[in-house]
Antibody, heavy 117, light 109 residues
Framework: QVQLQESGPGLVKPSETLSLTCTVS???????WSWIRQPPGKGLEWMGY???????QFNPSLKGRLSMSVDASRNQFSLHLTSVTAADTAVYYC????????????WGQGTLVTVSS | SSELTQDPAVSVALGQTVRITCQGD??????ANWYQQKPGQAPRLVIF???NRPAGIPARFSGSRTDNTAALTITGARADDEADYYC????????????FGGGTRLSVL
């Protein structure tokens, strides 16, 4: 069973960049690593994935603001979201995507990021 | 892009059977997957694919699909099943994009 753990600042100022890291217990190989967020009291939104090779795919609603990267030597992958606003306040989850069957089988515990000055 | 529609809230009497539905055009092409989320916790996969349960998920959880509607059925609901349930699938437009339903809050009475 793969375990995932998010880390990063809990507070980000408006217009700045939100950066989070997910540490994976186990290899990053052959997995699609996703970020999913959930605004307080609302539903889930898939943000994007990064593959072990570094290839990415993003939610069209976030294109232009979102980037992701992978560091296999550290068993980590990261998210960077630029020009944040209060609407980006959410619990951010990292998860592994089983692409062929379209489901997310392992999830981190989530980390709350608040965008506020 | 595709949308998945769920009823916001459903209730069930203890020990009875409840069906939580998810509707969307993408479900004619892809199976829905189902997640259980309790307050303060991450979502947990309970059903994936046609009707598969990850290890540790009780057999009272099952999945089905008819046309563009998928359903999660809980047979013999327990108090511990009270949670939010989300469906997800892939967008059917051809791009690699994954979507979630808005979630259904299940109350066990």
């Amino acid at each position: 069973q793969v375990q995932l753990q998010e880390s990063g600042p809990g507070l980000v100022k408006p217009s700045e960049t939100l950066s989070l890291t997910c540490t994976v217990s186990g290899s990053l190989n052959s997995h699609y690593w996703s970020w999913i967020r959930q605004p307080p009291g609302k539903g889930l939104e898939w943000m994007g994935y990064v593959y072990e090779s570094g290839s990415t795919q993003f939610n069209p609603s976030l294109k232009g603001r979102l980037s992701m990267s992978v560091d296999a030597s550290r068993n980590q992958f990261s998210l960077h979201l630029t020009s944040v606003t209060a609407a980006d306040t959410a619990v951010y989850y990292c998860a592994s995507l089983v692409l062929i069957a379209n489901y997310f089988d392992n999830w981190g515990q989530g980390t709350l990021v608040t965008v506020s000055s | 892009s595709s949308e998945l529609t769920q009823d916001p809230a459903v209730s069930v009497a203890l020990g009875q059977t409840v069906r939580i539905t998810c509707q969307g055009d993408s479900l004619t092409k892809y199976y829905a997957n189902w997640y259980q989320q309790k307050p303060g916790q991450a979502p947990r996969l309970v059903i994936f694919g046609k009707n598969n349960r990850p290890a540790g998920i009780p057999a009272r959880f099952s999945g089905s699909r008819t046309d563009n509607t998928a359903a999660l059925t809980i047979t013999g609901a327990r108090a511990d099943d009270e949670a939010d349930y989300y469906c997800n699938s892939r967008d059917s437009s051809g791009i690699q994009h994954w979507v979630f339903g808005g979630g259904t809050r299940l109350s066990v009475l």
